[in-house]
Nanobody, 117 residues
Framework: VQVVESGGGLVQAGGSLRLSCVAS????????MGWYRQAPGKQREWVAG???????NYADSVKGRFTISRVNAENTMFLQMTSLKPEDTAVYYC????????????WGQGTQVTVSS
């Protein structure tokens, strides 16, 4: 299974970015997918998640500004980020969780998001 993020970049405060994540692999169908981020000197933190049924959850810090979505047939997930703040600066990671036949979590390599003030 390979997980690849894209869409990061440099944006001014108040701007928007859209991150994409594609999870590929033979017969791979993730149950849940999610976004995490890690800022310099800080621990990786959960940002948002979405399950196969489309139920979404968000960290309080991004609620109302970020929108997570996915296209199940393509194992693709998106994170639309609006009203970006300098504190959103981090490497953003995508993960894909499979539960059959066993629990496995697959991570991407990350994509850098930098928000300038």
């Amino acid at each position: 299974v390979q997980v690849v993020e894209s869409g990061g970049g440099l944006v001014q405060a108040g701007g928007s970015l859209r991150l994409s994540c594609v999870a590929s692999g033979s017969m791979f169908s993730p149950n849940a997918m999610g976004w995490y981020r890690q800022a310099p000197g800080k621990q990786r933190e959960w940002v948002a998640g979405i399950n196969a049924g489309g139920t979404t959850n968000y960290a309080d810090s991004v609620k109302g500004r970020f929108t997570i979505s996915r296209v199940n047939a393509e194992n693709t997930m998106f994170l639309q980020m609006t009203s970006l703040k300098p504190e959103d600066t981090a490497v953003y990671y995508c993960n894909a969780v499979e539960t059959i036949p066993a629990l496995k979590i697959h991570w991407g390599q990350g994509t850098q998001v930098t928000v300038s003030s």
